[in-house]
Structure formats: structure tokens, C-alpha cells
């Protein structure tokens, strides 16, 4: 899906928001399962090299095991990985590069990342870390940002709630792609000329946002926002067309009716007037399925990992049928 619509669109940006490697779990795995979550992750690996990403934040589920085994895991990343607030404790450095620079349609675009505080029991994978205020870090990053790009990108794992706080708050990001709260937005949010794009969980939808910039100071619009407006101006028209002209036989609801009509009207109209120089975004979100056929490159590229994760699944039920076969006979 993704080289069909660099084939149709030309350059494209592939990015990801976090928890990208690991799931989300309320106990230490065993070790069997840990042997087939970082073969799933160095799948993921391998995929998102195949498909050319060009940045990617971490989320704390992706710090499951640790620092060190994700830094295995990234070792074999051909893509950068981009976070402002993740820091080492003991030195104070960046774990991974806070920013990187990327240009699509005679733009450039200016990709930075903000990762989450860990939660739940297993809070200790974040030993030897400091994760720093996003709120602080994100206009130390525009400072830098503004005078390298045009376009500036977030990659949150903030979640939904902290990235619209974080659009009332900070000015300058022009697109949040968020991640961590996994809520499925079919309508971007624009709040103070940022956009918040988010879609669902564990790979289960691909969100695709197409940005046509006029003018990197005008606002934002969704053409579907817009679209809805003109339906709705060509409703108000026929209701006024069915009413008719104003008569001596009109009642007084009739009136109210014509008059608010008329004024629904003059709003609509004046809404879309100052759209009409607006940048524009389209967003769709696209259910991957097993109706989307994969492709055969990535297949050659992860038949060798998911071979692996198959072999260690019979080995985990077989051994876990011949535990169970023990203790009944030794009862």
C-alpha cells in the first residue's frame, strides 16, 4: 500500500508515533515470551527498513525490557529514531537524536519526537533514564526547528489529552502525530492552526494526512470540514427555495424559519470565505485487514522472522503439554 502511493504521490513521509515493538503487559513476561516479543520487534525492524520510514518515536512500551535490549533492537534500524525528553540520567544526553530534518514537495520538514513517563508495575524498565517535561522541551525544540524547516512535525506519545494541551499551549507545531491513548480520529482536530492526527493501537489502521501548503502562515482546513459546509449551504438553499419568496400568507413561524435560514446562511458563507486560502489536509484511515495483500518484498524480508516466531510457539505449547502430562501422572 505504502509503494503504491509513493508511485502515485511521490515522496512520502512513513512515521510512527510509538510502542511500536512491544505490547503492553501488567506482569514480567516469561522468558519463552520474551523470546518471541523481541523476534516480533526485530520483525518490526526489518518491515519498517523495507518500507523506508523516516522517523519513529519510542513509547514506554517499547522500553519493555529495558534500554539495553532496545538498543539491540534499533542496532539493525535503518531509520532514525527521534525523541527530545528521553534522556540518560547520568549523563544528561539525548538517548536518541531529539530531531532530523526531512523534505517532501519542496519543503522541508522538521521531525521531532516527545516520549511518555513510564506507567504501571512495571515502571523499572525506565532505570538509568530521565524523561524531561514535554512541555519544557517542545519550545526548546521549535527554537531550534523554526530556523531549519518549514513544516514542523511532533511525534507524540504523549497521548490524546496532553496532545491538545500541548496545542493550546505551544505555538509553532504545525502537525501532531500522536500515539499512547490509541484513539481513532477520523476528523483531525485543528486547534490554534495545529493539527492532531492519532489512529488506533498495534498496527490495526494506517492514518495517511495529505497537506497542501499555500503559505506556510495561513491557517489550516480540512477539505472534509469544508466539503460538509458546502452540502450544508446547498440545504439551507433548497429549504429557502421551498419556502419561497416572502408573502402576505406567511406565518409568523414561517418567517422565523426564512430569517434563521437566512442567517445560518450568511455564517456559512463567511466560513468559507476564509477558508478559501487556507492550507489544506485530507485524512484517512485505512483498516488493514487481511484483504491487503502483503508485499512480496516484505514478505521475503519477514518469512525468516515469522518462521522463528512459529517454531517458538509449537516449542511453548509443546512444552507446556508435556508439564502438564507430568503432573498427571505423577498424581
Known amino acids: 500500500m505504502i509503494r503504491q502511493w509513493r508511485e502515485e504521490q511521490g515522496k512520502l513521509l512513513v512515521l510512527d508515533a510509538g510502542d511500536l515493538f512491544y505490547p503492553a503487559v501488567s506482569a514480567v513476561p516469561s522468558e519463552t515470551q520474551r523470546i518471541m516479543m523481541d523476534l516480533k520487534a526485530a520483525a518490526i525492524v526489518e518491515a519498517f527498513n523495507h518500507m523506508g520510514c523516516d522517523a519513529i518515536t519510542i513509547g514506554d512500551d517499547d522500553l519493555l525490557f529495558g534500554r539495553e535490549d532496545l538498543l539491540k533492537i534499533l542496532n539493525h534500524a535503518a531509520f532514525p529514531v527521534v525523541s527530545a525528553n528521553l ?3 547520568e549523563s544528561g544526553d539525548p538517548l536518541f537524536q531529539p530531531y532530523v530534518i526531512r523534505e517532501a ?10 516520549s511518555s513517563e513510564p506507567r504501571g508495575p512495571l ?15 517542545a ?12 513544516i514542523i512535525v511532533l511525534l507524540s506519545h504523549l497521548g490524546y489529552a496532553k496532545d491538545m494541551e500541548l496545542a493550546r499551549k505551544v505555538d509553532g507545531i504545525h502537525v501532531i502525530v500522536g500515539g499512547h491513548t490509541g484513539v481513532n480520529l477520523s476528523y483531525p482536530r485543528i486547534i490554534r492552526n495545529t493539527v492532531v492526527v492519532q ?13 497542501r501548503i499555500k ?3 495561513r491557517p489550516f ?30 406565518t409568523a413561524k414561517t418567517e422565523r424559519q426564512r430569517e434563521m435560514l437566512k442567517l445560518r446562511k450568511a455564517e456559512t458563507e463567511k466560513v468559507l470565505r476564509s477558508q478559501e486560502n487556507a492550507n489544506e489536509i485530507e485524512n484517512r484511515i485505512v483498516p488493514l485487514t487481511d484483504e491487503i495483500a502483503m508485499d512480496a518484498g516484505c514478505a521475503e524480508v519477514l518469512n525468516p522472522y515469522l518462521n522463528k516466531i512459529s517454531e517458538a510457539e509449537r516449542a511453548s505449547r509443546s512444552a507446556g503439554q508435556s508439564s502438564s502430562g507430568s503432573s498427571t501422572a505423577a498424581e
Open 87 to 89: 534522556m540518560d540520567a
Open 105 to 114: 514537495g519542496g519543503l522541508k520538514i522538521g521531525l521531532f519526537g516527545l
Open 123 to 137: 515502571a523499572d524498565r525506565f532505570d538509568g533514564l530521565t524523561v524531561l517535561d514535554p512541555f519544557a522541551s
Open 139 to 150: 519550545p526548546r525544540m521549535l527554537a531550534i526547528l523554526r530556523e531549519k524547516s518549514d
Open 199 to 211: 489512529v488506533s493501537k498495534r498496527g490495526r489502521r494506517l492514518g495517511r494526512i495529505d497537506i
Open 215 to 217: 503559505d506556510v502562515s
Open 221 to 250: 482546513v480540512n477539505v472534509a470540514t469544508r466539503e460538509m459546509l458546502k452540502r450544508r449551504l446547498h440545504q439551507i438553499d433548497y429549504t429557502l427555495d421551498s419556502l419561497g419568496e416572502k408573502s402576505a400568507e406567511d
